[in-house]
């Protein structure tokens, strides 16, 4: 994993220095870093790891809270010169193909959880070492981690980066992601309260 190419992005929050990162300078969909102005990377640093959630962070669908966090994240970073890790893990890793697939079944009465074991796959396939990676090649290695999801956190324990705090991202649920909000927090253990 290695930078491919790197640019300023001016943003509605504020100026970010966007760096592609993959194999290949041919691959398509590399893993990005926004890296505000402002950061200083011999840190803490705020940092957010977000996956790659086009119906939420493109389309502004309500079934999730995915759009909302990531702004709310790139608005967090901006103000405390952090950065922003947008992963291409679509669908807690699916893809795209089968999160709508689960959305069928979640629309039948299932759960997110539920949906995604009835077609044969992981609860949350991610992987968390190619954020460690990133944060290597940037420099970081002292982390305030903008999240509230305990996977998120135990990543870091054998790595060369620590964690200093742990920074809640709450967004207030709507009447289309209630349920979906509590099955992350009571059957995936992730920190908040509804």
């Not at 509605?12 to 969909?29: K, L, Q, R």
């Not at 890790?85 to 759960?111: C, F, S, T, V, W």
């Not at 995604?116 to 970081?140: F, K, P, S, T």
């Amino acid at each position: 994993m290695k930078r491919q190419a790197e640019a300023m992005i001016p943003t509605p929050w504020g100026e970010f220095n966007m760096v592609a990162f993959s194999e290949s300078d041919e691959d398509w969909m590399p893993h990005l870093a926004l890296i505000h102005k402002d950061a200083d990377p011999s840190g803490p640093i705020l940092v957010r790891l977000h996956s790659e959630c086009i119906t939420g962070d493109l389309f502004g669908s309500k079934r999730c809270d995915c759009g909302e966090q990531l702004a709310e994240a790139l608005r967090l970073a901006a103000e405390n010169g952090g950065v922003v890790l947008y992963l291409r893990q679509e669908g807690r890793g699916i893809g795209i193909i089968n999160k709508l697939k689960a959305y069928n079944l979640q629309d039948k009465g299932m759960n997110t959880v539920d949906a995604n074991i009835h077609l044969g796959l992981e609860v949350d396939a991610r992987q968390y070492n190619i954020a460690i990676e990133m944060l290597q090649e940037l420099g970081i290695d002292k982390i305030n981690l903008l999240t509230n999801n305990p996977e998120k956190i135990n990543a870091f324990d054998d790595a060369e980066i620590d964690v200093i705090a742990r920074v809640p991202l709450i967004i207030k649920p709507q009447k289309e992601n209630f349920d979906y909000l509590k099955t992350k927090q009571d059957e995936m253990g992730h920190l908040f309260k509804l």
